[in-house]
Each structure stands twice: as C-alpha cells, then as structure tokens.
Nanobody, 120 residues
Framework: QVQLVESGGGFVQAGGSLRLSCSAS????????MGWYRQAPGKQRELVAT???????NYADSVKGRFTISRDNAKNSVYLQMNSLKPEDTAVYYC??????????????WGQGTQVTVSS
C-alpha cells in the first residue's frame, strides 16, 4: 500500500500565493518522479508540473514563471510553490507519484486532491 497525503490548498485572491505539499508513505522501493496535476470543473485533469529523482522539472506553459516544483527525496515529498495566482488556476490539485514498490513493479499513485480557489 502507498499513500499520498496533500496539504496546503485554500482560498486566495488573484496575485496571491499558496504552497502545496505532498508526502508519500508505505511500500515504496524507489520513486521515479512526482508531480502535480489539476482538474477544474467540467475539464479534464491536466499536468501542472513534474520533477524526477534527478531534480529535472517540467511545467505546463500556463504556469511557467509563476509556479515552482521542488522535491525532498529523503522525505518522499514534493512541493508546489504557486505565485501570481490567477482565477483560471482554480481547480482541485492532485499529487502524483510514479514509483516502484518492488525491484520490477511500478505504478502511478494519486493523492486525494486539495482545492485551490483564486478569486478575482
């Protein structure tokens, strides 16, 4: 069993900042990558940012320059610093971890989601 627990969502005015945190625990052999996705009402889930074990990052064009993803490998944790938030950033944000539970078995795991609401 693997669990991902997120925290840090909330309500903020446009231009404000929030920091999301996610910690993975359980039967983890090795984490390949961690990331954040979001889903707004009526829309499909979309990638926000990912970071691999070597700290290489990837961002959606819509958040480049505003969001920063970081990772603490020792704590199996990933963070998302969100600055200059816009109303269109409003969504449920989900933490993702792609990881090995054994030397050869890997899968994607998801957190329960945390709501981010940005008012105009």
């Amino acid at each position: 069993q693997v669990q991902l627990v997120e925290s840090g969502g909330g309500f903020v005015q446009a231009g404000g900042s929030l920091r999301l945190s996610c910690s993975a625990s359980g039967n983890i052999f090795r984490i390949i990558a961690m990331g954040w996705y979001r889903q707004a009402p009526g829309k499909q889930r979309e990638l926000v940012a990912t970071i691999n074990a070597g700290q290489s990052t990837n961002y959606a064009d819509s958040v480049k320059g505003r969001f920063t993803i970081s990772r603490d490998n020792a704590k199996n944790s990933v963070y998302l610093q969100m600055n200059s938030l816009k109303p269109e950033d409003t969504a449920v944000y989900y933490c993702n971890a792609r990881l090995y539970t054994t030397v050869k078995d890997w899968d994607d795991y998801w957190g329960q989601g945390t709501q981010v609401t940005v008012s105009s």
